[in-house]
């Protein structure tokens, strides 16, 4: 399977990109917030004590969930299974590394937590993937092509 990544060639399709990315910001923001916030209040917390937020650790969580979308965004899928095998390979590398290296750095980080928060990435990217597409793709719009 092939797929088309796409960078700003023209004004016109680095707004259909940036619109893209914008799409999937906002899911990717949802979805972690029902994950962290609501559905695993109290998970993580048996494995780290979590920080005071502060404006730089707000800013780095917002830069971080900006660079998923962005690469999320870059890809121009000509069929949703294009859209959900990118996204998941996104997902499962992204999650994959930081979950990696917090499993080197905290004692009470395990395996288990690993695979949890790496089969979260990898849903929460396919389903940012997966509502762009059927807004900008599945109907044409913004293809920037």
Request: charged residues 10%.
């Amino acid at each position: 399977m092939y797929t088309t990544l796409v960078m700003s060639e023209t004004v016109t399709t680095s707004l259909w990109g940036t619109a893209r990315a914008s799409v999937a910001f906002a899911v990717i923001l949802a979805t972690s917030a029902l994950w962290y916030k609501v559905l695993l209040k109290n998970y993580y917390t048996l494995y780290y004590t979590p920080a005071r937020l502060t404006f730089s650790r707000a800013f780095a969580g917002i830069l971080a969930v900006g660079l998923i979308s962005a690469a999320l965004a870059v890809q121009l899928p000509s069929r949703i299974s294009e859209a959900v095998l990118y996204s998941a390979l996104i997902g499962v590398v992204i999650y994959g590394v930081v979950n990696l290296l917090l499993l080197s750095q905290y004692e009470k980080w395990d395996w288990g937590l690993v695979i949890v928060d790496v089969l979260f990435g990898t849903v929460v990217c396919v389903a940012a993937s997966a509502t762009v597409y059927l807004i900008f793709h599945g109907r044409g719009v913004g293809l920037g092509r």
